[in-house]
Each structure stands twice: as C-alpha cells, then as structure tokens.
C-alpha cells in the first residue's frame, strides 16, 4: 500500500534561517506531489505542485521553493524565513486521472518562526 | 481564478440531527468535487468524490450532492454523533500541467456536534 512520510514533524527556527522540509512517498509511482500550507484557524494554501521529476509549478510568489529530485521525493525549501512563514506544513500526493484525483497527506510539520 | 467559499466557518447542532455544509465555487467548471474531514493537528482525510454527471452519491451517513448550474455542493451528515466533530473541507480541480493534477480547497467548516 501507498504511504507518505514527511519531517520533521515539528520546528523553531529563527527569522533569516534557512528550512528544508521533506517528503517521501512509497507503493507508486510518478505521483503528483504538493506542498500546502495552513495558516491558524485558516485553509489550506497550495504552495506548489509537481507532476513528475524537476517539474515543479509555484502557485503563491514567497519566499519559498520546491525540488523534486527524486520521482517520490519532494522538498520545500527557504533560504530566509519570515515571521508569516509559520503554519502548518502539509505534503501530499495523489494519482491524476480524468475520473478523479484524490489527495492523500502526510502527518503536517508544524513550523514555528521566532 | 477558481474561488471555493463554503459559507460557514463554524456549525454547531444537536446530535442525531442531519448536519449540512454549502461548498460554492465561481470562475470554473470542475469535472469533480471532493469533501475532506479534518481533525485538529492533522492532515485532511479523503471522504466522497462526485462527479459533473452525478447528482448524488452516498457513503453510509454521508451524502453529498452536486449542483453545476448552481455551482454547489451539499455535504450532509445524518444522524450525526459528537465523533463527527471536525473540520470538512471541500475541494475542486483547477487547471494546471494536466486536468488532473491541481487541487484546490475551500477554508472549511468547523462542525461540532453536542451530545
């Protein structure tokens, strides 16, 4: 079966630090991969999404990026964090087809900017 | 762009009471709509999928129905418990690299249900 693992699971890091957050998915193959984010109490946010190997599409101008290195292999990267960068941090993959495209996440890393 | 409202941010109803959520959607027509639950600190769990040319489709106590000329989805509860307190979100495709691989949510609603 499919599964998705993303970490770490929780941060402090201080403004102007740099982030790496990562995330894998195992039992497919060349899934679409996504970053979302979760401010307090709001929506989910998508960030970026990636339909195969170094192809990576923005959704939100910030200061973060994305990389897919590997086919199930997803990053999401800053080089120097905000105060608004904190959130909740949610990666995701699903198999596209014309007769659906359901989503599955991962456990969320909680980021906290100081 | 593609803009999803669902219209209430927080709901709260008696249990054993049918628990109905309003998803609405401007600037598109999604081949499908999705609904998720949420639960505190975690990420969204896949509920129902329906489709342009479905009306309806049911899941044990969950329905949900899909009205493209209104651009809505109702998302019910019946019989509702206190362990369906959470946050449902609902979702739609948008245009990207394929038809399929762009997904977009609404902000959710908060349910509780009192016991």
């Known amino acids: 079966s499919q599964t998705i693992h993303q970490w770490p699971a929780t941060l402090v890091q201080p403004v102007g630090s740099p982030l790496s957050l990562e995330c894998t998915v195992e039992?497919?193959?060349?899934?679409?991969l996504y970053w979302y984010r979760q401010a307090a109490g709001r929506g989910l946010q998508l960030l970026f999404y990636s339909v195969g190997i170094g192809q990576i599409s923005s959704e939100v101008p910030q200061n973060l990026s994305a990389s897919r290195p590997q086919d199930r292999q997803f990053i999401l990267s800053s080089k120097k964090l905000l105060l608004s960068d904190s959130g909740f941090y949610l990666c995701?993959?699903?198999?596209?087809?014309?007769?659906?495209?359901?989503?599955?996440f991962g456990e969320g890393s909680w980021l906290t900017v100081v | 762009s593609q803009k999803i409202e669902q219209n209430s941010e927080a709901l709260n109803i008696q249990e054993g009471k049918t628990a109905t959520l309003t998803c609405n959607y401007t600037n598109y027509s999604p081949a499908y709509l999705q609904w998720y639950r949420q639960d505190p600190g975690r990420g969204p769990v896949f509920l129902l999928l329906i489709r342009e040319n479905e009306k309806e489709k049911r899941k044990e106590r969950l329905k949900v129905t899909f009205d493209t000329t209104l651009k809505q989805s109702l998302f019910h509860i019946t019989a509702s418990q206190p362990a369906d307190s959470a946050t449902y979100l609902c979702?739609?495709?948008?245009?990207?690299?394929?038809?399929?691989?762009?997904?977009?949510f609404g902000s959710g609603t908060r349910l509780s249900i009192r016991p």
């Open positions: 979702a739609l495709d948008a245009p990207g690299y394929s038809s399929a691989s762009k997904i977009i």
């Open positions: 995701a993959w699903s198999v596209g087809s014309h007769s659906g495209n359901t989503i599955y």
């Open positions: 039992g497919t193959s060349n899934p679409n």
